[in-house]
């Protein structure tokens, strides 16, 4: 596969290197000009003064037809933040239109946001609608001609206060090829994005800490075809996905294909900025060497795939929307508040080890949706509750799911769904050991008798276990059914055959974990 190829879908639009086919609007164009002021993708980005007015600069274009996904790109810098007006007034907008005199502003930052970091990429999702926040010039048409942007400042500005630098469009980076020796990485495609003459916007480093926005494509070339990749990254990255107030929701994605990519990723932390655009994970397809994602965090993140070969292990998902499992393996993972109806989608609970449900005081932890009979073992409950909305386990199966609950996890509350039954089998090791109080020699033919004392969900009374002990003085019940922790008491006693043993009190409580109890007994003859 040779060394890794990073590529992105972007056009073109300007490069901000002259002052051609570029207008003003509200009035000012004598004062457009071209320095290295502002500039951030080589040497040159446009620049207007702007004073105590709402102005700003479009460059004029051939229509451009946007693609389902595309977005415009551009670079926008406010070099006077303390006199910008609020957001909502439009601070700082990107402008996109028809003309100078039919055209939308985005409303990007104002003085309640404090734009603060110098030069910024944004990305805005063309429509005819009138954005919000934001506002409209005109009757701007289907097909925008016309990119740029400006400030609405409140007060007198020194100098140029407004520069623009490198407006394309499209969708996104793309990344193929790479090797167990030169795999693919983050910093592999920052460093080509933060080349001078590059200066994508899609992935780059900020104070040692990643900004994404656009799609992050492991496995398909720019034109969108799937081939495969090599990606390695366990640099511990931390990854913020910017906040785009004025993009698609689904525009910021990291997206895993072809059926032999091999897609590795550890210690990574991402961040969501922001609400309307949070950012989602998609695996279309990967090959079953993938380790996938190892001990990482997902924070305030959109929707989440699992796959058949891309794992999930020691990794958390904090107040993010829902995780679906396409029978994916999820170990020793946290679900803490997950905002989605339910946390987990599950179409096969057996490949659920380990992991803990935290509730954000509404929903459930896990909604299965395929019947069947699973292992479900060591999986953990926080805060879930009843057989309603916030029980931990809804069967929307249609059909009949059994659960054989192991590893010490916990015994879910169950909601059903219409013509969904679901049995819970908690089945946990009672073992009763009698030895001689006098050498620790084990007590063969032992009468052991336990029974349910107050405290737990069993009656009190009830006989929990009665039998009488092997050749290594054991009686054992590796089934029993846990419904919840269960006080116990009873005894042992030896007294029909020599040697005869006085009866031992028996005494604990059956948890997740079983029960052990070892009885010394005291020879009676």
């Known amino acids: 596969m040779a060394v890794p190829t990073y590529s992105e879908d972007l056009t073109d639009i300007d490069m901000g290197q002259s002052t051609t086919d570029w207008n003003a609007y509200g009035g000012g164009g004598a004062g457009l000009g071209t320095g290295a002021d502002f500039a951030i993708q080589s040497t040159l980005a446009v620049d207007k003064q702007i004073t105590n007015a709402d102005k700003g600069m479009m460059h004029s274009d051939a229509g451009v037809s946007l693609g389902p996904n595309d977005h415009i790109i551009g670079w926008i810098f406010a070099a006077t933040p303390g006199i910008l007006d609020t957001l909502a007034n439009g601070g700082k907008v990107m402008a996109i239109g028809t003309s100078t005199s039919d055209f939308n502003k985005y409303a990007l930052e104002g003085s309640d946001t404090r734009p603060e970091g110098g030069n910024k990429p944004y990305a805005v999702r063309y429509s005819t609608a009138t954005p919000s926040p934001g506002s409209q010039v005109g009757t701007p048409g289907a097909t925008p001609s016309f990119f740029g942007g400006g400030l609405n400042t409140v007060a007198t500005a020194k100098g140029a206060n407004l520069g623009l630098d490198a407006f394309r469009y499209g969708s996104g980076a793309f990344i193929t090829a790479g090797e167990i020796a030169n795999p693919a990485t983050f910093a592999g495609f920052a460093t080509q994005d933060e080349a001078a003459l590059n200066k994508w916007g899609l992935l780059f480093r900020s104070n040692g800490v990643y900004q994404w926005q656009g799609r992050f494509v492991v496995g398909q070339n720019n034109a969108g075809t799937p081939t495969l990749a090599y990606f390695d990254d366990a640099s511990g990255a931390v990854i913020t996905i910017l906040d785009t107030?004025?993009?698609?929701?689904?525009?910021?994605?990291?997206?895993?294909?072809?059926?032999?990519?091999?897609?590795?990723?550890?210690?990574?932390?991402?961040?969501?900025?922001?609400?309307?655009?949070?950012?989602?994970?998609?695996?279309?397809?990967?090959?079953?060497?993938?380790?996938?994602?190892?001990?990482?965090?997902?924070?305030?993140?959109?929707?989440?795939?699992?796959?058949?070969?891309?794992?999930?292990?020691?990794?958390?998902f904090i107040l993010t929307d829902q995780i679906t499992q396409n029978s994916g393996d999820f170990t020793s993972c946290v679900f803490d508040r997950v905002t989605a109806t339910a946390a987990l989608l599950s179409n096969d609970p057996s490949k659920l080890d380990s992991n803990s449900f935290i509730s954000d005081g509404t929903g459930h932890a896990i909604e299965i949706t395929t019947p069947g009979t699973y292992a479900f073992s060591g999986n953990k409950f926080t805060g879930y509750s009843g057989?309603?909305?916030?029980?931990?386990?809804?069967?929307?199966?249609?059909?009949?799911?059994?659960?054989?609950?192991?590893?010490?996890?916990?015994?879910?509350?169950?909601?059903?769904?219409?013509?969904?039954?679901?049995?819970?089998?908690?089945?946990?090791?009672?073992?009763?050991?009698?030895?001689?109080?006098?050498?620790?020699?084990?007590?063969?033919?032992?009468?052991?008798?336990?029974?349910?004392?107050?405290?737990?969900?069993?009656?009190?009374?009830?006989?929990?276990?009665?039998?009488?002990?092997?050749?290594?003085?054991?009686?054992?019940?590796?089934?029993?059914?846990?419904?919840?922790?269960?006080?116990?008491?009873g005894r042992v006693r030896k007294s029909s055959s020599s040697v005869f043993y006085k009866t031992a009190p028996l005494s604990g409580t059956i948890t997740a974990n079983g029960l052990s109890i070892t009885a010394f007994q005291v020879r009676d003859q």
């Open 245 to 316: 107030l004025h993009s698609q929701t689904d525009f910021t994605q990291l997206i895993i294909d072809h059926a032999s990519t091999v897609f590795n990723l550890s210690g990574a932390t991402f961040i969501s900025l922001g609400t309307n655009n949070p950012g989602i994970i998609v695996i279309n397809n990967a090959s079953a060497t993938s380790t996938g994602f190892d001990t990482c965090t997902f924070r305030r993140m959109g929707t989440i795939q699992g796959h058949v070969n891309v794992p999930y292990t020691s990794c958390s």
């Open 387 to 489: 057989t309603g909305t916030n029980a931990a386990v809804y069967n929307n199966s249609g059909g009949l799911v059994t659960l054989n609950i192991s590893g010490g996890g916990d015994t879910p509350t169950v909601r059903n769904g219409a013509g969904a039954s679901t049995s819970v089998v908690n089945a946990v090791v009672l073992t009763i050991t009698s030895k001689d109080a006098a050498n620790s020699a084990a007590i063969e033919g032992a009468r052991v008798y336990l029974e349910a004392a107050s405290g737990g969900p069993a009656t009190v009374g009830d006989v929990i276990m009665t039998g009488l002990t092997n050749a290594s003085g054991v009686l054992e019940n590796s089934g029993f059914a846990f419904l919840g922790d269960q006080p116990v008491v």
